[in-house]
């Protein structure tokens, strides 16, 4: 997927895109929510393994190439297990994937509030071509304080 797509705003479709936000939303937040209990059931899985392999080991450290059964061995011989190794780059990965749907998701946020403030600048007009020539921003201030200057002037006479 990719998330920079997601997070680009076509201006020109504002209420496609507010109707696009929130399903957009929903499905990177379901992503992530998947991507979590993934994290979740790959960490029992090793907890699992760990304790299966600790008890396999004291059972039958021979087996297993210890010739003194001790902690550090029984750690340093579960460390060595290629099974356990394999679950933890899945576990990596699948850490980097919730961190990543994590960080979309904070895009997400940040894309609802550019929208909402895209909207309020197409309403006031703020965002809309200038009516008048190609009068610059600065002008457009002046002129609009003098017509508050104006107006005061007026009300007090």
């Known amino acids: 997927m990719s998330y920079q797509k997601l997070m680009q705003i076509n201006p020109n ?9 929130a399903s957009v939303y929903q499905e990177v937040a379901e992503m992530t929510a998947d991507a979590k ?3 979740d059931d790959l960490k029992d ?3 699992s393994r760990e304790a299966t392999l600790d008890q396999q080991i004291r059972t039958d450290p021979i087996g297993y190439g210890i010739p003194k059964v001790t902690d550090k061995a029984v750690i340093c011989r579960i460390e060595l297990d290629d099974g356990l190794a394999e679950m933890r780059k899945k576990l990596n990965q699948a850490v980097h994937t919730h961190n990543m749907l994590t960080g979309a998701l904070t895009a997400l946020n940040h894309r609802k509030h550019a929208l909402e403030n895209l909207v309020q600048l197409t309403v006031t007009g ?9 009068q610059t921003v600065k002008e457009m201030v002046e002129a609009k304080a ?6 005061k002037a007026r009300k007090r006479s």
């Open 126 to 134: 703020i965002y809309a071509e200038p009516k008048k020539g190609k």
């Open 13 to 21: 479709d504002l209420s496609g895109e507010w109707l696009e936000q």
């Open 146 to 151: 003098q017509d508050r200057l104006k107006s």
């Open 45 to 47: 899985a090793i907890s």
């Open 37 to 39: 209990k993934e994290i």
